[in-house]
């Protein structure tokens, strides 16, 4: 009788082990296809291949804190139960070495009556200090038959939720992987690479992450990915940058000799010499017929206004106009502003495009840009809008770029051929990380402030002193200023994390009755928040409470104290970033970071406390927390990397770069038949199937 072809299963409810609810909690962790669960990597490994002496825990115990293994035979078991109903169990078990103690405490109901002298055990957990005999807090248990020689192995620990533990995810993995193997992406390693740096094929690389032997082993394997994953990183980047220096349709700006000159004189103060600096890259740039993208980085207050307004400048020199693009309202209005009167000595209007003009301004702005008449427009996305044209677009500038998408950018663009672009931000990311998510952008730094700046007065308290911290807030009120109030969630909600939303309460009810209180966060309709803001601004609120939406941007120079809420919920470039939303007057500014009670931050929020240069704060948080925070920001739109940090992998990503410049070196398009992977992979992106297919 022919037996009936199982069908193959296609989705995670029909694997082995997966029911519906399971399937359910994977979708919850972001495991929706078969590949998404086979690129589901532990984030570590138990080993417990190697069991301890019992003679050597307690030595252990004295100098260590993390888990060991033990094996021993049962010698005595004791139960009890104390307060509140909570059960202990301690057996006592000995090897050739010793005895050691493994202890069970409450929420371990299978340990009850389990145990029986005689009986040989295989525990693993922490080891705590005790006067005694060595004890393990047990995570993991077996019991032995009793001729068994023990076997342990390396066991994945899987980023889990409460509902799927680790050890489900690992044993659905386990039963599956050879289904799950079937639908692995094509390689993206040329097999030539693959040999020469040594990685495992594919299949097997997979196999040694999900059950691997040993830790160097499983190191290596993930290795593997994390390199790929970089090669296709890279050679994008590489990719564009080299489509981008074929392109020879770029108005070469021709620099007038004494333009830095009339520029300076006409300023009240001298440009410092970062500023002079990045004006000449800026300037070399757009003097090139290869189209400029430049990354202009500067901490706020660094005077990012004045090179912008330089390169304005250099493009209207040489009869071609630019667009300045903001990614809301209020700073758009800032840099009509600010840029106003810095042009105006050059006879440059600023044409501003903004969502709240009335239909007939906005048209007359478009006419003036139409016929070129109108030099330089200013605006927020109502720039790409339809009907927005100009007549000879030499330049455009984005301001906190990575609150646009790529496609957007691609539009602004459109409107002029290949204009010189320029991207600014006040988010200082640093250098090694710069160098990867921006491989296609040349990088400037303002890394000097102007003189005579006062530095914000920067302080890290327990919530404890909260209360004293509003008095403090009251005075700078009193003597004319204003503060802001942050916390880190719009509501009260399960991470517990302080709410804004209760705290205006708490401040309007009984610590501010008397002042003018706003609040400002996300779920507010863009058109509140603007008018919150624009209150503030106009000095018609004292002190407003917000969410991080007030980070970027907003400059309210009689703001004089900034308190943040949950300090330690924060990266220290956020931290930094808030506190350049004071400093901005004549007056001098504080900063006050209010951490839980019960957590030692005062040693981590130190370093903010000391120093104001947010490229040293950069480097010293992407140190302490990985790339993660910064990619979130920096690259917007870009397919979130599944494999690698770039700050922990920088090394790889380095080599991965090194491979991709060979690649592109020896097959400029992509095109032979061993990097089909590469391509593929590539491909997902579809900015970059343009670019590959064209080319
Ligand atoms: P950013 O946009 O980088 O935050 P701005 O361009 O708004 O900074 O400049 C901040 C302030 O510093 C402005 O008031 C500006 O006039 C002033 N400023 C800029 N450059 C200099 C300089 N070289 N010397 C003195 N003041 C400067
Ligand atoms: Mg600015």
Redesign the pocket.
């Given at each position: 009788m022919p037996v009936p072809v199982k069908e193959a299963p296609s989705t995670i409810g029909e694997l082995e082990g997966v029911g519906e609810r399971s399937a359910r909690l994977l979708a919850d962790l972001g495991i929706a296809t078969l590949r998404d669960l086979l690129e589901y990597f532990p984030f570590r490994y138990d080993d417990l291949r190697e069991p301890m002496p019992a003679a050597r825990l307690r030595a252990a115990a004295d100098e260590s804190t993390g888990e060991v293994n033990a094996l021993g035979r049962v010698v005595d078991v004791k139960e009890r139960r104390v307060r509140s109903g909570i059960e202990i169990v301690e057996v006592r078990a000995e090897d050739d070495s010793g005895t050691f103690v493994a202890k069970w405490i409450g929420r371990h109901r299978y340990a009850i009556g389990r145990f029986h002298p005689g009986m040989r055990i295989f525990v693993r957990g922490r080891l705590v200090r005790s006067l005694i005999e060595p004890v393990v807090n047990v995570a993991h248990c077996r019991v032995l038959q009793d001729d068994e020689v023990y076997r342990g192995e390396m066991v994945p620990v899987y980023r889990a939720s409460k509902d799927l533990p680790s050890r489900k995810i690992a044993s659905v993995i386990r039963k599956n992987l050879s289904r799950l193997l079937k639908e692995a992406p094509e390689d993206v390693l040329p097999a030539t690479i693959m040999r020469q740096r040594g990685f495992l094929p594919m299949a097997d690389a997979y196999r040694m992450v999900h059950a691997p032997t040993t830790p160097e082993s499983a190191a290596r394997a993930r290795e593997r990915f994390v390199f790929g994953e970089f090669l296709v990183l890279a050679t994008g980047a590489q990719l564009r940058r080299a489509q981008r220096m074929a392109e020879h349709d770029a108005a070469a700006l021709s620099v007038p000799r004494e333009l830095l000159e009339q520029l300076e004189s006409s300023l009240p103060?001298?440009?410092?010499a970062a500023?002079r600096r990045v004006i000449m890259e800026i300037w070399r740039d757009m003097s090139r017929d290869v189209p400029m993208n430049r990354l202009l980085q500067?901490d706020?207050?660094?005077?990012?206004?004045?090179v912008a307004a330089a390169a304005v400048l250099l493009a209207a020199r040489c009869g071609h106009q630019a667009a300045l693009m903001a990614p809301t309202e209020i700073l758009a209005a800032q840099h009509i502003e600010?840029l106003g009167p810095l042009l105006l000595p050059f006879r440059i209007n600023v044409e501003p495009i903004l969502g709240s003009q009335t239909q007939r301004a906005r048209q007359a702005a478009v006419d003036r840009l139409a016929s070129g008449e109108a030099t330089l427009a200013v605006g927020t996305h109502a720039l790409l809008t339809e009907g927005v044209e100009f007549s000879r677009l030499g330049l455009t500038i984005i301001d906190e770029q990575h609150r646009f998408g790529v496609e957007h950018r691609a539009r602004l663009r459109a409107k002029g051929g290949t204009p010189h672009t320029l991207h600014m931000t006040?988010t200082p990311i640093p250098r090694t990380l710069a160098q990867s998510l921006y491989a296609d952008l040349d990088e400037s730094r303002?890394d000097e402030m102007?003189?005579?700046r006062r530095p914000v007065q920067t302080f890290a308290v327990r919530l404890g002193w909260l209360e004293r911290v509003y008095t403090f807030v009251r005075a700078i009120v009193a003597g004319g200023g204003q503060g802001y109030v942050v916390a880190p969630a719009i509501e009260e909600g399960e991470t517990g994390a302080m709410s804004a939303l209760s705290e205006y309460e708490r401040l309007r009810a009984n610590v501010f009755p008397d002042l003018r209180l706003g609040l400002v966060h996300g779920r507010l309709p863009p058109r509140e928040k603007d008018e919150v803001m624009r209150r503030f601004v106009r000095g018609q609120i004292d002190v407003l409470v917000a969410t991080t939406v007030v980070e970027v941007g907003v400059?309210v120079p009689n703001a004089g104290v900034m308190v943040v809420l949950d300090a330690q919920r924060y990266g220290l470039a956020q931290l930094h970033q808030l506190r350049g939303r004071v400093g901005r007057g004549t007056a001098q500014s504080f900063c006050i970071f209010v951490y839980a009670d019960d957590r030692e931050e005062a040693q981590r929020l130190e370093i903010l406390t000391k120093t104001n240069d947010g490229f040293a704060i950069a480097e010293a948080d992407l140190e302490m927390r990985g790339a993660g925070e910064f990619a979130g920001t920096a690259q917007h739109g870009k397919a979130e990397l599944r494999f690698g940090d770039l700050a922990r992998d920088f090394a790889i990503y380095e080599n991965a770069r090194r491979v991709a410049e060979t690649i592109i070196k020896e097959d400029a398009h992509i095109r032979r038949p061993e990097h089909a992977g590469l391509r593929a992979a590539l491909d997902v992106t579809p900015a970059l199937h343009a670019l590959v297919a064209s080319s």
């Open positions: 103060f001298a440009l410092t500023q500067g706020v207050g660094s005077g990012k206004t004045i600010k006040a303002l102007p003189p005579g400059d």
